[in-house]
């Protein structure tokens, strides 16, 4: 027996809301790849975050607890300098990473002008070698 709609069943009542417009955005592969690496430059950030707490901890430490050992004093003064080190490239990485993200949304929004802006053609060259100059509304 083929599976029929049952009549008897509450069919669930759908309500939309009509947008006014709607605007698309073309992006050619390198723009979505650079979009994809903004999701990379959070992960700097993260552990930008953690490289810099840790190292302000010992740093925090070192400054407030005499250390008797020698071994571990340098243990601790080795962990601020990796951690301000590690925690300051990553902080430059996520800065990069963010710019280039800015960059190229900024240039997708730019295609698409503002609803009554007049939108300028590329000249075309006609076929007796002159060219012509068209602007569009719109």
Same mark, same amino acid.
């Given at each position: 027996?083929?599976?029929?709609?049952?009549?008897?069943?509450?069919?669930?009542?759908?309500?939309?809301?009509?947008?006014?417009?709607?605007?698309?955005?073309?992006?050619?592969?390198?723009?979505?790849?650079?979009?994809?690496?903004?999701?990379?430059?959070?992960?700097?950030?993260?552990?930008?975050?953690?490289?810099?707490?840790?190292?302000?901890?010992?740093?925090?430490?070192?400054?407030?607890?005499?250390?008797?050992?020698?071994?571990?004093?340098?243990?601790?003064?080795? $962990? @601020?300098?990796?951690?301000?080190? &590690? #925690?300051?490239?990553?902080? !430059?990485?996520? +800065?990069?990473?963010?710019?280039?993200?800015?960059?190229?949304?900024?240039?997708?929004?730019?295609?698409?002008?503002?609803?009554?802006?007049?939108?300028? $053609? @590329?000249?075309?060259?006609?076929? &007796? #070698?002159?060219?012509?100059? !068209?602007?569009? +509304?719109?």
């Amino acid at each position: 027996m083929p599976d029929q709609p049952n009549e008897d069943a509450v069919q669930p009542r759908i309500n939309r809301g009509r947008v006014g417009s709607l605007s698309l955005y073309e992006i050619t592969d390198h723009e979505l790849q650079v979009l994809e690496e903004g999701s990379l430059g959070t992960t700097f950030l993260n552990f930008a975050v953690f490289f810099l707490s840790v190292a302000l901890s010992f740093l925090a430490t070192l400054l407030v607890t005499p250390i008797e050992s020698d071994r571990v004093f340098t243990v601790f003064v080795v $962990v @601020v300098i990796v951690g301000f080190a &590690a #925690g300051g490239v990553l902080l !430059k990485l996520w +800065a990069r990473a963010r710019r280039n993200t800015s960059k190229v949304l900024k240039r997708i929004k730019d295609r698409c002008l503002p609803e009554g802006a007049a939108r300028q $053609v @590329v000249p075309a060259v006609s076929s &007796a #070698g002159e060219s012509e100059s !068209k602007s569009e +509304a719109g």
